[in-house]
């Protein structure tokens, strides 16, 4: 368990989701170094230092005054009320009995244990995995979550398309191949160096630069499309076609559209890989609905030229085309469609399959895409089964706790959200992922019981009746471990816990014994007893391999061990391009289906049976004249130590940087450095202003992240003043298919804040009464 090592005064290796770094403890001081093989590390790492020690940090066990005044139950003083601390024993017991009476009365379906979010690198203390693990070996099951924020309409309609969705994003085009064969790299919504930085289980390697620096020096041209000039990096030098966000199918449609009506598409292809060309053909050209989906009909919706789209799409034909769509295109409504139109385009040209060619979904967006695989497989703890069984589309949240019993359709079922009365989370801040944060607040308030295990005082944390302190990653041992990269981490122990924080795994061993099942969650293995346990997968296949199998000892020792990789062959479409009959892709008709019959079936009138352009509900208008983008943060993993100096260091006055152009500024009075309101129906937030030519007029840029800083927790919709974007988007889903997160695209209005700047008080602990 935790005290078994002393904190290090010499550097050792560390592994956090935005690199492998060493680290020490110097006089009280905690100093981060790069890892030194990586050609491109992450400053993300310098979040460490201040936020180690730093007051905003959970010391003890608290307990929200109205829930121990008054017991369980719905309370809108939740995120409103004072705190008491109280011993580990005693709180432990609270809880324990508090998840005895649910159990009792409810029985699993009374408690949602998706506790979506990314938590820390570490693979055994890996906050959700812990939950889980809980929540099924000693608790009885739980009400899951499916998919995630980050591909909620992606990995659900892939697999009826093209294939498998890991295969997908991570056995398909890499880096390698784009710095070696592509001639152009068309990529929507860009490829943010600033997101590949990032990768879940930690990277020792950055390589996206070097590899557009290496294929711009042969030549590749790189095509920006989006409403951000940097979401590719000068290295890129690309190209920027600056739509109007939202718009991308249509623009997809157009370039198909031209390719068809100048005979450029590549029929061959389209005959012997695909099935619904014909269904989809008559649509494109307007033999369906009498509008023919040409550069004329999307100039006006893209805010891009005819002519810029006819010459666009002439310059992919005949070449090594690599069309790449972001995440971010389909967190927003009809998300499902530019995912679906992107593979149709790749398809047109003729290039899936191709090295350095056809289609990279998400290529660039987390640091273990476009990379080879590790070929012998890395510790994950066991989760248990669930014996439960129900769950909700992850983004679904709110929706369920307000709506109990209510009907929703996903993937062409009508399902029922279930009566949850105990929310616990561990490792995610829902009120960093989800949108409409005030909407989220009346959620919560209608629980019985919110339980948060957290390493610092996020608004989540604020909102829970029972918070738990766990340690910061920094103050335990681990095995740093990533699918696609190649250094497996031995990630010493730095620091000792803050405060009287506890590992989440000893939080729920302690929990376990009190439900009379602890050795069902433990069996019966302290924490360094599991990283053996776990180091020993590896070891093994690793010696069937016939390579060198240290011990966990000698693992240990050495800090890190290199791992073998997976050859970069292509991946399922590489195969299926050479042989269709022999590798059929795993879709109902083995080819990727441009005409889903299975999706047409379905009835939804939000994901027809063909990629389609269907204008969204929210867009600008009178009121609200602008479009918001709320993508991730440069500076920070989400939500994850917002209050550490490298992510406090890129704010101004203290709240986050809004990007806005000098047109929309000057037509409102705003001036760079200013502080401006952020406003819509939903509500309102803070923000500094940076201007820039490189984003389109008419759109405003604020990343997530900002920790959610009411300035009257008492209202209902309180005034954020940090810049927390999630307080104004909305919170609907995708499509009646996949019912993924929409928190990408909004629309807002802005003006000048001239009151007196309210002070930021999200990084202070709440009142301890
Ligand atoms: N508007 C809008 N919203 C978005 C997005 C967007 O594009 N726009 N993007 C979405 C996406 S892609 C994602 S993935 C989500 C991310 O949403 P989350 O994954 O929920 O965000 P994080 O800030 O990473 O939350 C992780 C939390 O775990 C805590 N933590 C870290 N280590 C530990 C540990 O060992 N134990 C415990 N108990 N806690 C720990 C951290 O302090 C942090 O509060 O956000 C989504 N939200
Ligand atoms: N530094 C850092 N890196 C991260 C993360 C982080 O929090 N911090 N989070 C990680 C996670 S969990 C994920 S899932 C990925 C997310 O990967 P993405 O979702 O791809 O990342 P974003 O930065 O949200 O969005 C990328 C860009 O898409 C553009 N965009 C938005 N809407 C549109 C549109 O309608 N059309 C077009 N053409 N472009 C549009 C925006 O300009 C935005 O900068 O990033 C990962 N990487
Ligand atoms: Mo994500």
Redesign the pocket.
Known sequence: MSAEVAATTEFRPHSSH?GVFTAAMRDGELLVRPHPGDPDP?D?IQNFPSALRHPARIAQPMVRRGWLERGPGPDRRRGRDEFVPMAWDAVLDLLGGELQRIRDSHGPAGVFGGSYG?SSAGRFHHAQSQIHRFLNCAFGGYVASVN????GAASVIVPYILGTYEELTKHNVTWDQVAAHSDVVLA?????L?????A?GGISEHVERGAMQAARGRGCDFIL????R??LPEEAGAEWVA??????TALMLALVHTLVAEGLHDQAFLDRYTVGWPVFERYLLGEADGQPKDADWAAPITGVSADAIRSLARRLHGRRVLVTV????Q??EHGEQ?VWMGAVLAAALGQIGLPGGGYGY?L????YYGRRANAVPGPTLPQGRNRHGDFIPVARIADMLLNPGAAYRYKGQTRTYPDVRLVYWAGGNPFHHHQDLNRLREAFARLDTLVVHELAWTATARHADIVLPATMTLEREDIGYSSHDPLMVAMHRIADPYGEARDDYDIFAALSRRLGAEDAFTEGRSSRDWLCHLYARTQQALREAGLPAPDFDAFWAAGGLRLPQAPDDGGPWRAFREDPEANPVPTPSGRIEIFSETIAAYGEASCPGHPAWLPPEEVPGAATPLHL??????????S?LDFGAHSVAAKHRGREVASLHPVDAAARGIADGDIIRLFNGRGACLAAVRLTTDIRPGVV?L???AWYDPENPEDDRPLCVHGNPNVLTRDAGTSALAQGCTG??TVVEMERFNGNLPPIRAFEPPMAG
């Open positions: 935005w992450n993300i990314w995630s924020y980050s591909s929507f919504g860009g490829m943010a600033k997101n590949a930085m990032v879940g499309v989006g409403p951000l940097s979401d739509n109007i966000p939202g718009t991308d972001a995440h971010a295109l967190r927003a530019p998400a660039g967006a987390i640091g983008v709320a993508n991730q943060p440069a500076t920070r993993l989400h994850q840029q990343a997530t992240g990408q695209l």
